[in-house]
């Protein structure tokens, strides 16, 4: 069983939908949660951290259900500069010198 | 902000080769730099994990003889594919972060083909 299971998409949707992904997580024990974003052929960024009181920044809502080991991205207003893959990323120790785990990502294209 | 450093972007080379791709941190220790691998449509994994100044530890089914990782500073890990194979064609990522930031930070990446 996979450490961090992600839907890889692709998900189309035009410009201003709302988008929402999801991320299962299998190790318990897992301290931190990240979702980052990947352009194509180019290295993940982070796009935010995900907090067990759940989170946002701008049109982007991040949550965390520790019980279900669940973490879920909502993108609200879909920009084209939104197409990317949004990777789920675990950490299993409080700091970022843990061991990180990768979900395959999930492809968004918002189109026109 | 902490930027991580890595090249070559993109590397061809024949069967048989080594390759050598290094990693910078610019304005922070490494004290601790991460390798990982990706192919196409697969997530990263994670190959190796380096520490300045102590052996690095693989992850199981990495051959330590054939990703020779060296960290002899704290701002500079190398990763060298020895006698590359066309299966060991993929896109080799760095990364490294400050303990107190939360965040980690990747290098750009190498692409290496192998012919």
């Known amino acids: 069983r996979k450490e961090v299971e992600q839907d890889p998409g692709p998900f189309n949707v035009p410009e201003g939908a709302t988008v929402a992904f999801n991320c299962t997580y299998s190790?318990?024990?897992?301290?931190?949660f990240f979702w980052y974003r990947q352009d194509c052929r180019k290295e993940p960024k982070l796009l935010m951290s995900v907090y067990s009181s759940g989170n946002e920044d701008g049109r982007f809502t991040a949550q965390l259900n520790r019980a279900s080991q669940y973490i879920s991205l909502l993108i609200r207003d879909s920009k084209l500069s939104d197409s990317a893959t949004y990777l789920c990323?675990?950490?299993?120790?409080?700091?970022?010198?843990?061991?990180?785990?990768f979900g395959r990502g999930t492809q968004l294209t918002v189109w026109p | 902000g902490a930027v991580v450093s890595q090249h070559p972007s993109w590397v061809i080379c024949k069967s048989g080769t080594s390759v050598k791709i290094e990693c910078r941190s610019l304005d922070f220790q490494a004290t601790t730099m991460f390798w990982y691998r990706q192919f196409p449509k697969q997530s990263l994994m994670l190959m190796a994990t380096s520490n300045e100044g102590s052996k690095a530890t693989y992850e199981q089914g990495v051959e330590k003889d054939k990703f020779l990782i060296n960290h002899a500073s704290l701002t500079l890990s190398t990763l060298t594919v020895t006698s590359a194979h066309p299966e060991d064609s993929s896109f080799y990522i760095c990364s490294s972060g400050g303990a107190n930031t939360g965040e980690l930070f990747f290098g750009e990446g190498s692409r290496l083909t192998v012919l």
């Open positions: 190790n318990s024990a897992s301290q931190s």
């Open positions: 990323v675990v950490n299993d120790r409080g700091s970022t010198l843990g061991r990180l785990y």
